[in-house]
């Protein structure tokens, strides 16, 4: 068990060394994006928005809240996406993992391991800059941030089974245009979920991000209930643990071929 640790830790070490040299050009999507939605709609639409979304909570921390579980999930999903099929086909990276010890479950663990860790820390930075604004002043406010890396496994790991599977780059423009971007439209982070119709509601109500910003809410506005927060964690690990299979399968198919 030590050494198939060590060999995912060696994985991850190699992506985040890699990071160091890139990391200014994720810093629009995983930062500055959820910031100006943020300042966009919650501030400029929100003067605009007279009822409160929330009994006692106004349209700017609504949407704040909600943004926060957005943007680690748009980030988790980015990066599972072209960097795990860019592995696979274009610079062949997990090929040459697999002259060395490292197993497919251990690169697909490694690179998973690294999706999470940049999803958190751009989930941590927007979350200190929702406080800057007011949005959350609550002690359970903090308790978000161990499940940041919930938020983001949720979706990475059953994007990363896709980016294993496929075998062009243009299917990804289908992944996002009618999963990842109507998701992040529909799932109650600019509107609460009670104003969709039955249909849509059920259908998103399945998804992980309307979960994530559920639990987000939750701590940092003081809304839903205890029984709500069971749900929505069901739901999230539900997600991450069949993604994590799926991938750890697509992942020893496709180093196998």
Do not use: K
């Not at 929100?46 to 009822?51: A, Q, S």
């Not at 860790?117 to 941590?124: E, K």
């Not at 205890?226 to 020893?252: E, I, K, P």
């Amino acid at each position: 068990m030590a050494l198939i640790d060590s060999r995912a830790v060696a994985v991850t070490a190699h992506l985040f060394t890699s990071y160091r040299r890139t990391w200014l050009d994720s810093v629009f999507n995983s930062f500055l994006l959820p910031l100006c939605l943020l300042t966009g709609i919650g501030w400029s639409v929100g003067r605009y928005v007279g009822d409160e979304p929330q009994p006692g909570v106004s349209y700017f921390a609504f949407v704040g809240a909600g943004l926060l579980a957005t943007s680690v999930v748009q980030i988790g999903a980015a990066e599972s996406a072209w960097a795990v099929f860019g592995g696979f086909e274009w610079s062949r990276i997990y090929h040459a993992m697999r002259l060395t010890p490292a197993r497919p479950a251990d690169i697909m663990t490694g690179h998973l391991a690294a999706v999470v860790g940049r999803a958190t820390l751009g989930g941590l930075s927007f979350l200190i800059v929702i406080e800057l604004f007011g949005v959350g002043h609550r002690w359970t406010a903090l308790a978000v941030v161990p499940l940041l890396p919930l938020f983001a496994v949720s979706i990475a790991a059953p994007v990363m089974a896709f980016s294993a599977t496929v075998r062009s780059a243009g299917m990804f423009d289908v992944l996002f245009r009618i999963g990842i971007v109507p998701m992040a439209m529909f799932s109650g982070i600019y509107f609460p979920l009670d104003v969709l119709p039955a249909l849509p509601h059920a259908v998103v109500l399945v998804l992980p991000l309307a979960h994530a910003a559920d639990l987000s809410r939750m701590l940092l506005l003081g809304s839903g209930s205890a029984q709500d927060a069971v749900v929505d964690l069901l739901c999230l690990t539900a997600w991450a643990v069949a993604g994590l299979a799926l991938a750890r399968r697509a992942f020893s198919r496709r180093l196998s071929d």
